[in-house]
């Protein structure tokens, strides 16, 4: 159903999944993460396999996501740095020699854990349900790199935009190469579709995405696009941005609940899929409401064929996974259809 909905095929009912689908809000992957700590967890193909896989047994979802970080290639490709619990990078990335010194990355000598993972996970999916392998965007990664952690601003990011437009760029190729090893190599190991998270590229005026930011997704869709895999562009905070992201060559785009995905619809047009967008905040509704809140956003998405239930961006870790259950129970059933005769 998933992949059918990427391809702006019709489907029997709109297909849910939940980006961080495997994480905090889950007792049973806050039990596994008591014994082992987070990069130990994405290092052991056994167990990211395993907390890929906890909420399909919890819930009837349409597709699986990698449970790694955005960080996990770099830091195969020798860039020093921990979680806690978000990245932290110990040299942040500020010069041209720094970019030069940049290993290149082999995935299958750099990350072997995140492709057996895959294998396992498609292994070991309920029948039907799609593997979504992910990297994050190359600006977005570039945020982390140049400011060393995580912030609201990324100002140092967005200064080097400016001072040294060309170490900007060319670190944004090499991330861009990178990452588009990294995904092919999810794809040749298994992984049914590819989604590129861009979690910062809203803090960036149209000049300066299209530069920087929309240069590094370009050079990856690419690259991808010989694979015929699906290819999954979300974009935080992209309300502003839209008019360009409609230009590149991906199926889907994912929309944060910023935007309502009628208007996103109509400037991304009728060639791409769109998915979201509920606000996380929303799980937090009465039941009643919840369900209030899902109409607004298959309204939004219209009737036509190439819409993906999601929320607008992770969920967050206090959520009740009662509530997320409601969700998706009530998404298959709003938009169950007759079989097509
Ligand atoms: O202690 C812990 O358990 C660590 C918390 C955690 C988790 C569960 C981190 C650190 N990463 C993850 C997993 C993760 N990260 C997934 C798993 C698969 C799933 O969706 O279930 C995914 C897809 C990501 C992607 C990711 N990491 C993004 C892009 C999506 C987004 O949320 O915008 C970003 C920006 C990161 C960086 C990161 N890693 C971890 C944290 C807490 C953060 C955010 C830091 C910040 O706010 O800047």
């Known amino acids: 159903m998933f992949l059918e909905a990427c391809r702006r095929r019709p489907v029997p009912y709109t297909p849910v999944w939940i980006m961080r689908q495997a994480g905090r809000y889950l007792p049973e992957y806050r039990e596994l993460r008591a014994k082992v700590d987070f990069v130990a967890l994405t290092r052991s193909a056994e167990l990211a396999a395993e907390a890929?896989?906890?909420?399909?047994?919890?819930?009837?979802?349409?597709?699986?996501?990698?449970?790694?970080?955005?960080?996990t290639p770099l830091q195969g490709m020798g860039v020093g740095?921990?979680?806690?619990?978000?990245?932290?990078?110990?040299?942040?990335?500020?010069?041209?020699?720094?970019?030069?010194?940049?290993?290149?990355?082999?995935p299958q000598r750099d990350v072997p854990f995140v492709l057996d993972a895959i294998r396992l996970v498609r292994a070991g999916a309920p029948r039907g349900v799609p593997l979504i392998g992910f990297?994050?965007?190359?600006?977005?990664?570039?945020?982390?790199?140049?400011?060393?952690?995580?912030?609201?601003?990324?100002?140092?990011?967005?200064?080097?935009?400016?001072?040294?437009?060309?170490?900007?760029?060319?670190?944004?190729?090499?991330?861009?190469?990178?990452?588009?090893?990294?995904?092919?190599?999810?794809?040749?190991?298994?992984?049914?579709?590819?989604?590129?998270?861009?979690?910062?590229?809203?803090?960036l005026g149209i000049r300066e995405y299209r530069r920087f930011a929309l240069r590094g997704v370009r050079r990856v869709v690419a690259g991808l696009r010989p694979l015929g895999v699906p290819l999954i562009y979300y974009v935080n905070q992209g309300s502003a941005l839209m008019e360009a992201v409609s230009e590149l060559d991906v199926d889907v785009v994912g929309v944060d609940w910023r935007s309502p995905?009628?208007?996103?619809?109509?400037?991304?047009?009728?060639?791409?899929?769109?998915?979201?967008?509920?606000?996380?905040?929303?799980?937090?509704?009465?039941?009643?409401?919840?369900?209030?809140?899902?109409?607004?956003?298959?309204?939004?998405?219209?009737?036509?064929?190439?819409?993906?239930?999601?929320?607008?961006?992770?969920?967050?870790?206090?959520?009740?996974p009662d509530a997320v259950a409601r969700m998706i129970d009530y998404v298959h059933e709003r938009t169950a259809r007759r079989p097509l005769a």
Request: hydrophobic content about 50%; aromatic content about 8%.
């Open 261 to 320: 995905l009628g208007a996103a619809r109509r400037v991304l047009g009728p060639g791409k899929a769109v998915q979201g967008n509920l606000d996380p905040a929303a799980l937090f509704a009465e039941r009643g409401e919840l369900k209030r809140h899902i109409e607004v956003v298959l309204d939004e998405a219209g009737p036509l064929p190439g819409h993906i239930f999601n929320l607008g961006h992770g969920i967050w870790p206090d959520t009740d």
């Open 135 to 203: 990297a994050g965007a190359p600006f977005t990664l570039l945020c982390y790199l140049v400011c060393g952690r995580p912030s609201k601003e990324f100002s140092a990011a967005r200064a080097l935009l400016y001072a040294q437009p060309e170490t900007a760029e060319r670190l944004l190729d090499r991330l861009a190469d990178a990452m588009t090893a990294y995904l092919a190599a999810q794809a040749a190991a298994g992984a049914q579709a590819l989604m590129l998270f861009e979690s910062w590229a809203g803090l």
């Open 81 to 106: 740095l921990e979680f806690d619990p978000g990245p932290v990078v110990r040299e942040p990335i500020r010069t041209a020699a720094q970019v030069d010194a940049l290993p290149r990355l082999a």
């Open 52 to 71: 890929t896989l906890q909420p399909l047994r919890r819930y009837p979802l349409d597709a699986a996501i990698l449970f790694s970080d955005i960080m």
